[in-house]
């Protein structure tokens, strides 16, 4: 992409109505664009970010063995009266009436909708199971303060996938493996987020937890023992379908001590060695659920067993904030300068800045590298305005590409351009030919994740 056709509208001013850096730099690197209170357009950067991360989640849901499918944004009361959940979830719900006097909701989560596909799609017998079916689509909750921009908007993108296993231990191997896929997930993303025991509110029962990122603005109060940041699930290679590594994953991510305040215990809390303890905050990226057949009970999602008899399916749902996502990383990673992505998720692979536009020989060395960085599979963003060089690097900053090339006739005399880290600072000057090279070698690992689903 170009600068010059780009349409990035960034902001030279603080936005008033922003009260974290998050929201704010996302304003002025022209990311978002606030509709009404908790709604958002995503401008084109913005939005380049929102399906990187749609497609990470994409292909960790994927090699799990879990499948897309697409559930529309507005659901019939209907399914919601089945499970009781009209009448309880109160004014979070935006509900709706068409022409026909019929009642719809715009869809806060989608238990009833996936409980309902399951038991119409002739699924018969507990030989069509362990299934996990999922989505990335947009939810509505009228929240009573939405704030933080993306963080807590009314309007939101979750993913939201749904388990059907014939047993509690079936289902509760997809809770651990939904676990793994996240653990993966968010380490693509360039975030360390916590498996914290979470408040399995009216069901009760252990089988929940939040995944934090840390940061001083998130809106939990979180406890953990500091040996949990240590851990990292790295390149391992896990067979999804195995209970045994699965679980073992589980336990290793999870013996520590890590609650939200929902679950805190400070009895247990005490028995962490005190220079270990941390009271900190952190934002809630996700969470995982077993609930066992609170939906198919009622809703008729049933299978037969191998003696013949027909029980309901067991199920969790597992939700990932798409959207917050956003906000999160940009809270664990800037500086005063603006945003710094990590390579997994960024907009633009690097940022080429042309130091004196219009000289010959510095433009055509700019499109030169321009064209190879793009049949290396890369996608720059090249700063061909007419524009001083420190304003240019002002706005490489503030958007926050990890890596500037720039370009200028005193350098090229020579042969050379710079390639500039942006989160250390650090510039190196190397040929344009090695340039490329590098940028394809520290973006192969990024690039080379298509997942065949299996
Ligand atoms: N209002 C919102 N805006 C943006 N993301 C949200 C919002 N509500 C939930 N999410 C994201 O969706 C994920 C799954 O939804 P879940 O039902 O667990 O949310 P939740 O526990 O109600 O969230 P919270 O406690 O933050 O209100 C959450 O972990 C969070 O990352
Ligand atoms: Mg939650």
């Known amino acids: 992409m170009r600068l010059s ?11 008033k109505e922003a009260q974290i850096v998050s929201h704010r730099l996302m304003l002025r690197a022209g990311m978002i664009r606030q509709q009404a209170a908790g709604i958002y357009s995503w401008l084109p950067l913005g939005y380049k970010v929102l399906r990187r991360i749609e497609q990470i989640v994409h292909e960790e849901q994927q090699r799990a063995g879990h499948i897309p499918l697409l559930m529309p944004t507005l659901q019939p009361a209907d399914l919601w009266r089945e499970s009781g959940r009209y009448d309880d979830y109160g004014e979070e719900m935006l509900r709706i009436r068409d022409r026909h006097k019929r009642d719809l909701l715009y869809g806060p989560t989608n238990e009833e909708m996936i409980t309902d596909i399951f038991r119409s799609g002739n699924i018969s017998s507990y030989k069509d199971l362990p299934l996990t079916l999922y989505h990335i689509q947009w939810k509505f909750r009228d929240e009573i303060r939405p704030r933080f921009g993306v963080m807590r908007g009314r309007e939101f993108l979750m993913k939201d996938g749904y388990n059907f296993d014939l047993t509690k231990e079936d289902a509760l191997h997809a809770y651990n493996r939904h676990l793994v896929t996240y653990l993966r997930t968010y380490e693509r993303m360039g975030l360390q987020a916590i498996p914290m025991r979470a408040d399995g509110g009216p069901i009760g029962g252990d089988y929940t937890h939040e995944f934090l990122v840390l940061a001083d603005t998130g809106e939990s109060e979180v406890f953990y023992d500091s040996e949990i940041t240590d851990l990292t699930f790295g390149d391992r290679q896990i067979d999804y379908d195995s209970k045994d590594q699965c679980q073992a994953v589980l336990e290793e991510f999870t013996s520590r001590y890590a609650r939200t305040d929902e679950t805190h215990d400070d009895a247990l ?65 800037h500086d005063d300068k603006g945003i710094i992505w990590p390579e997994g998720v960024t907009p633009f692979h690097a940022g080429i800045v042309n130091l004196k536009q219009g000289d010959s020989a510095t433009d055509s060395a700019c499109e030169t590298i321009y064209a190879e960085l793009r049949a290396a599979g890369l996608d720059p963003l090249y700063d061909d305005r007419d524009e001083r060089a420190g304003a ?9 590409l990890p890596w500037r090339v720039t370009v200028g006739p005193r350098g090229l005399a020579n042969g050379k351009v710079e390639l500039t880290n942006r989160r250390s600072g650090e510039s190196e000057e190397m040929s344009p030919k090695d340039i490329v090279a590098r940028l394809s070698s520290i973006y192969a690992p990024v690039l080379n994740t298509a997942v065949i689903d299996k």
């Open 269 to 333: 809390f005490q028995q962490v060695p005190e220079a270990r303890r941390r009271v900190a905050r952190g934002i809630e990226v996700g969470q995982i659920f077993y609930f066992g057949t609170k939906y198919s009970e009622p809703m008729g999602a049933t299978v037969v067993t191998p003696d013949g008899s027909r029980v309901p399916v067991h199920m969790g749902s597992h939700g990932i904030g798409v959207s917050r996502l956003l906000g999160a990383i940009i809270e664990a990673s």
């Open 5 to 15: 056709r780009y349409f990035l509208p960034v902001l030279k001013e603080d936005p």
């Open 392 to 400: 240019k690097f002002a706005g490489m900053d503030l958007i926050g």
